[in-house]
């Protein structure tokens, strides 16, 4: 930047500091309101915006950086800028006309273009060659109207390509006014442009900096262009579009190169304003005659690397600068903390000469060591990760740069000492290489702190101006030199990939990661050849030679000498040592020779002028644009022959490098694109331009058509380069841009809404149309733009609505899940608004069904659904969100729970609540402990080993039972003196407080959309997957739902919707979150029946209970509240029977652990008295819905024992004296005892002991409580000590009584006086209720409590039932669900023999299976020429028979295969004929007949591919893409070797099995056969493959390590064999019959024969190496063999499939019916 710049930008109040130069590169660090404030005024503001509290180095960090830090990303961002000088010149004119942005010509309009272009091209060139010296003479007379100023002309066309400009005018010229007054869009070839900023010398643009330019991403991101060259393709399109503007405005686009272009992520390339500074074309009188000067290549940035390379080897070079030369090459930056310049450490600073550095290994491997290389490569497949990383950098200039810069990036606190002292020291430390500094700069030694003294250097040195000198000799110094090229290899050189990097632990982590991602910089390869050797000092021989020869024994030839002595002399012998090489020389210079021949494209002639005048204008328009274009297409696809070119060459050496490599490597390149470069780059097939202003293409080339042009290339009928879909691609990916940049600094919500919608919209208008038509290759370069949508907060949620679907339906599930998964999953996580609902809502969900596949499905979105139920992805306006967000610093998600969803308990797993530290450490240590009411000897011994595998009756092991008679004997326990006899009489009410029904889903939507989407899974599901991943992770949420402290603050004036048979008072912010899940788990188990309660549910709830030991963590807390919230909610959905089966296990299991730990003194809880007054509360809830379901007389057997230890619990509170303790010294909080006793006294008070007792004085009897409840006496006076101090209406449950009864009408009434109690009996006609005290105020019931209760029943509270059983577990579905849920997913198939369902249709045999993705509908094809459609519902006890849903009557003959196609939702089925038709609106879509008259036998239908496989009687295969009706068949074998009966395909390779017992594989990619061998003696009878590895994306249950396919024969033999060779496997030891059903699935193998033998094979690959296979063998297969029992079926066994998720078996006979079986 020059001063006049400076003082340019300072005028306009940018401070310098803000302002960062970097190889011609220009930042601004602004802030976005300075920027709005410049685009809504058109001037900058007043002052520009600064950040406080950062020193300038700290600004000047983050602009060398380039990288914005997080908390500074909203409010601040990079401007990059250019600068143009006003040139006081006349230009020549240029057309103001924008290319046409029309539809491709016709072909009629094509012929006429050609004709026109080829008449006028012809007639210029015969007016050229025979009316030369008249066009001069024209030219010259009429010299003014063919020039205009730079200024006018540059105004002109600033008005065309940005018409919207911001212009901040800093002079006088009124041309200013003109540029801004326009309205029309911008040209979306170039970066748009911020504003601009002009005065009289300089015109300077701003716009957005994007991080990478197409030189960034050929050089350190080769992979995002991908591997099928493609985008690549692409983006030379959209640079010949670029071209075309500046051909069509007659411009010149100079020698532009690819850092000029920028390239976003969404794959759109953009120009530079930069390059406009020569875009127009100076004119000067003398040009039409003056003649082309020498090409001067000898130049710094225009010399060839191979000279440079030579240089160096002949000493001309230093070994400094050429490794910063080497540095440059690899975009290395002096400046930049990430990517600044290397140089090696020499030598260790020991000593003043030797001890030198061994530089044939990196400075990494000598800091570590080789073992930890070792162990970084075997677990992290790299050895080092970069040879200079920011926290070194930082380190060895610490001395210069400011504290706040080091304490960000070296170390968070300033501590002098903890930076080396000395460079001794600071080498020794370093894993890193040197920086040049160290050899150049002495000013890095000292030191601007005051407490960090100067970098210390050797004793020998003295000063740093000393060691700079003596460091720099060692640099140049022999010894270095000579081993310097084995340096450079390790750093730029072939040792940095290949088996050369791994042989020197020089593996890079840049280089060995997927470089398919965008980056702006990273290790760069210059070189794949080794390095040539310095020639330092020449080998002499004579130093070799024995002492006794001299230099006159080598004279030449001495005439003194007879032919005697010059014998005697020429017998001498030379004896050299061994390391004397003869050919060392030779070697050297032929290394040299072909690393410059293989690495460098050395230029050896100069270009020299050999015709004479021309037209500069046609030709930098018409030529040198195309040239251009030709040395730009050829560095995008061989960057590798560049990398070794400077960045600022000339075009000369850029087209000669790219000649040579047409000339040596154009194979490389491809056809189609090396005939295009070849047209660009040579005159005709050999001869290249002189690249001098006389160059010409031929007027009309070989194929009559006119001069290469960008029109000409873009134009489908004229040229075939680019696809005719291009510009549809182009014109979504430009839109989706241009919108971005618009909407950046916009702040009206409502307009960046529509602006985010309109984006979304115009994609899906323009790209989901043309989706199902792209090939593959294509789908590619749309991939971009549709995650770039997804992933955006501000589109996501509309991308995710309207364009996952139809982008996943062609990409197939492998490869959505690749690409899309991650972003979705980010998308659930970051609710923002109450848009977000949609991506709860089942359409959405049943599209991600679909499309990733279930078992992704339940892997990572069934959990966020669950969690969303539960209140924890609300969208921040939601009132419900305080109440969620306050769990949110406790709460974790259900991935992050360490719990075992996988394991044999479908409950939730135990382990996530256990504590480790099981006994409180500030437990008294005198080993006193009071006596405690529960009284357990066996407490700690509890087992929960069980499982609930062995449950019988109430599904309860042994192990999980308490001694039965603990709780009888809990009251023999006390000894609480003698009781006091007291009256009570007085009646107790209910609260006039109305009950107020807030519920959470009425305040977010969120919620009530996500408990519909849980029962729609459920009831779709089934209920082996729903038990496993829906339920399973409502229980465990419900845990998180109540975690303290959060979960038990209590809402505010909120009650439970039952709060007439509660003891509680009111609802806390877990029971707020919790009651969407349970009303999920309550539909579920209405949906399957009781068992799902007494095998799951229940189960959950003891597990946790029996967790209550000495301490209790939060987790285990939060689970206790939410098993028994569980609990309190299935009680009244279990009928009568069932209920008095459990009661007894409730209350051992359940409720007396719980109330005993809530009440006991040893237990200490993380969260105080609050939890145990939640659980104590909780527990007496469930006990008195206990007493009101099984009535008086069986509430007095069952539930008294529990009742009268509640009330024990009052004596260790209040047997000391007559007050409570709730004032007790808070001081004493040291002592453990006396905590939990002061907790105790803060839940065990009055009010408690008055809400037990008047319910259970109703439910069990007053005389009864007198005489079971030994401390009776105290319990009243307690409610007596309450009562009267009493102000307003005490609350009670309703009783059993008034259930029983109609609800009576109220009344009210006053009795009572003094100091008595008195409860009226509730038989009274007129329910009468008052409470009398001091204050002798009455209370009536509530008006809202009666009519709820009268309007739901009140019976309706206790016993609910259920009324739906049609999908109940019963008989064998109930034994196989069982079965099912207490296994792994890991776990293999198991024959039971359980018969599950049966279905009958058809009236012939069934001949094809075909399984939905979802498992709840198949379809079957059978000999009767129907295929069927069934769905699949769990109903009856096993014996259940169905009938189709829809029956498919287009076949004429016998169906023997049918498939569904899921990308598209298509069924095909073929009998000869292949017919695609559609399941769900019953219509026919296509029929595919066979090849040649010969009709299908085969048919291979691809589930999740638009292609199918078939087979015909001529030994023909087929593929079918179903997009379209063409057929493509190739030749299935060579020879006889029988029909075709079965073929399966995996990817890209397909095998054939044949009748003679002969089994091919064929490559679908090209048509040839890759092998074939005979693999059977007998026919072969039928080849699946596995759905693993790459097969077709793989599923939980069906996903093998390696993918792999079966064959049976006649022969009855069974074999496996891998696809990735073919090769031979294993075999399958089976029974002595044909096999003719086979299923892979996972690592097993499902065989059936006509016998009705179903074997079960388990296959499981080898860990060693030493079978040779690659990825070890297959270990002999170990198998099962069932045989059928008659009772499963009838008939033979015809066919077999199998569902994967559910592990069933369906088996098709040949009577038509069809069984489900487990």
Known sequence: MNEETKGLLEGVGIPLNYVYSCNAQLLLFANRKWIKEILQQGKPPDKFTELEGLTDQEITSILSQRNIPQILQNDWTFLEFCI??????????????????????????????????????????????????????????????????????????????????????????????????????????FVPVRFSIISDKVLIFFYDFYNNCLSSVIKYSPLFLGHNKTRLNFIVYQIVKILQVFQTLNLNISDVQPKDFILTESLLVQLKPSVLKDALITYTEKEIDKETKDVDIEEDANVSFGDVTQAWVDGSVSNLDYILHLNGLAGRKFGDPNFHPVVPWVTDFLQSTGNFRDLSRSKYRLNKGDDLLDRNYDSAIHHVTDVLSEITFYTYLARRTDKAVLCKHVRPTWVPGQYPRSIQRMQEWSPDEAIPEFYTDPQVFKSIHTDLPDLEVPDWTETPEKFIVWHRNLLESEQVSKHLHSWIDLTFGYKLTGQAAIRNKN?????????????????????????????????????????????????????????????????????????????????????????????????????????????????????????????LICQLYNPKRFRTLDENCSFELRYKTCIDVLTKEGKNIGLGIKKLVTSLLLQDESKPFNLQITDRYPVVSDEGLPLPSATLLLDNLLSSTFPVLYPVILQAISAVESLNHIGKYLNDSEHLEA?????????????????????????????????????????AVQASWLLLDPICSVMGPKLSRDLFLNIVVANYKNVQSSKHVKLYHRVFVLVLMTRFRLAPFFENFANLIIEAAGGNRMCPESPMTAAAAGNSTSNTSLGQQDCDTSGGSVAVSVDA????????????????????????????????????????????????????????????????????????????????????????????????????????????????????????????????????PEGLQLADNIQFPDQLIRLSSGMTTGDLLSRPLLECLVKIAELYGEHFILIQYMPYCWDLAGLCKRKVSQNLEGGLLGSLAVLHAIIPLLSDSVLMKEVDNITSQILCPVIHASTSSINLFSSGSGIRSSLLHKSLDILYLLGLRIGEEMARTHLTDLVVATFAAFTKVYDKGESSLDSMDSESSGNFKINVTVELGQILTRKLAYTVYVPFYFLLGGQHLDERVPNIDLIKKLCFEYQSELTSAPTRPITLTEIHRAFPVLGSGLSGSGNMIVLNSPTEDDFIVSASGSTGSAAIVSSAAAAAAANSGPTKLIYTGISNTSRHLRGNWLA?????????????????????????????????FAVLDNENSFLSGSKDRTVRLWSLRNTGEGEHCGTAQWVYNGHRKSVFSVGYMAQRGQ???????????????????????????????????????????????????????????????????????????????????????????????????????????????????????????????????????????????????????????????????????????????????????????ISVHTIRAKSDMTTGLGGGGIESSGTVVNKLRNDIMRGNLIQMEILPLNRLLLLGTDMGTIHLIC
């Open 84 to 189: 143009i000088p006003i040139q006081n010149t006349n230009v020549h004119p240029f057309n103001c006309e924008l290319p046409s942005s029309s539809e491709h010509l016709l072909f009629s309009e094509a012929l006429e273009f050609v004709k026109q272009c080829n008449l006028t091209n012809l007639y210029s060139q015969a007016n050229k060659q025979y009316s030369n010296h008249q066009r001069q003479a024209r030219y010259r007379s009429n010299q003014n109207q063919y020039s205009v100023s730079w200024i006018e002309a540059f105004t002109q066309l600033i008005r065309i390509l940005y018409p919207n400009i911001v212009i901040i005018q800093q002079t006088e010229n009124s041309i200013v006014d003109e540029m801004c007054d326009n309205n029309s869009d911008e040209v979306l070839a």
């Open 507 to 631: 593996v890079c982590l840049d280089l060995a990661e997927n470089q398919n991602e965008l980056k702006e910089r990273g290790v760069v390869q210059l070189f794949t050849q080794p390095h040539p050797i310095k020639n330092c000092a020449k080998q002499n021989i004579l130093s070799f030679l024995q002492p006794n020869y001299t230099e006159d024994d080598f004279d030449v030839c001495n005439d003194s000498m007879d032919e005697e002595q010059l014998r005697d002399s020429n017998n001498k012998e030379l004896n050299f040592p061994l390391e004397y090489n003869p050919a060392l020389e030779i070697n050297n210079l032929e290394n040299l020779a072909i690393f410059q021949y293989r690495c460098s494209g050395r230029i050896k002639e100069k270009l020299i002028a050999t015709q004479k005048s021309s037209n500069p204008h046609t030709y930098l328009v018409k030529v040198r644009s195309m040239q251009v274009l030709g040395c």
């Open 755 to 795: 602006l985010a919608e309109f984006q979304v919209k115009f994609v899906a208008r323009s790209l989901t149309p043309i989706l199902p038509g792209l090939r593959e290759d294509l789908l590619d370069l749309v991939v971009p733009v549709y995650s770039q949508l997804l992933s955006c907060p501000s589109t």
């Open 913 to 1044: 609540y256990n504590d480790s530290d099981d006994l409180d450490q500030n437990r008294n240590q005198d080993g006193e402990s009071e006596s405690e009411i529960f009284d357990f000897e066996n407490c700690d011994s509890v087992s929960l080993e069980g499982g609930f595998g062995g449950m019988s009756g109430g599904g309860l092991t042994k192990q999980h039972k308490y001694d039965i008679n603990t709780i009888s004997n809990i009251a023999q326990n006390l000894n609480l003196g003698h009781r006091q006899m007291i009256d009570v009489h007085f009646p107790v009410c209910h609260s006039s407080q109305e009950n107020e029904d807030t519920d959470a889903r009425k305040e977010n939507s969120i919620v009530q959309v996500s408990i519909e989407t849980l029962i729609w899974l459920a009831h779709r599901l089934g209920p082996v997957l729903t038990a496993k991943h829906i339920s399973r992770n409502l229980l465990r949420m419900m845990s998180l739902c109540y975690l303290p």
């Open 1376 to 1408: 196989y669900w069982e079965h099912e849920i207490s296994r792994k997913e890991t776990d293999g198939f198991t024959l039971k023999q359980i018969k599950l369902q049966s279905w009958s249709g058809h009236t012939g045999s069934v001949k094809s």
């Open 1467 to 1653: 069924a095909v089925s073929c009998d000869g004929t292949i017919h695609l038709w559609d399941p769900f609106v019953e219509k026919l879509i296509n029929t595919y007949d066979g090849v040649r008259g010969a009709p299908f036998c085969v048919m291979n239908p691809q589930m999740y591919s638009h292609t199918l496989m078939a087979a015909t009687m001529e030994g023909n295969v087929v593929l079918i893409d179903t997009r379209m009706k063409s057929l493509m068949d190739f030749k299935g074998s060579y020879g006889m070797v029988g029909l075709i009966r079965s073929i399966a395909a995996c990817d890209t390779t397909a095998a054939i099995g044949h009748s003679s017992g002969y089994l091919s594989l064929l490559d679908l990619r090209t048509g040839k056969i890759r092998s074939g061998f005979k693999a059977h003696e007998g026919e072969i009878l039928n080849i699946r493959s596995s759905r693993g590895g790459g097969c077709d994306g793989g599923t939980a249950g069906n996903a093998a390590s390696e993918p792999y396919f079966v064959s049976t024969s006649l022969d009855q033999t069974a074999s496996v064999y891998r696809w990735e060779d073919g090769k031979l496997w294993t075999h399958l030891r089976t029974p002595a019959e044909p096999l003719h059903c086979v299923v892979p699935y996972m690592d097993q193998v499902i065989t059936a024969s006509t016998n009705h033998k």
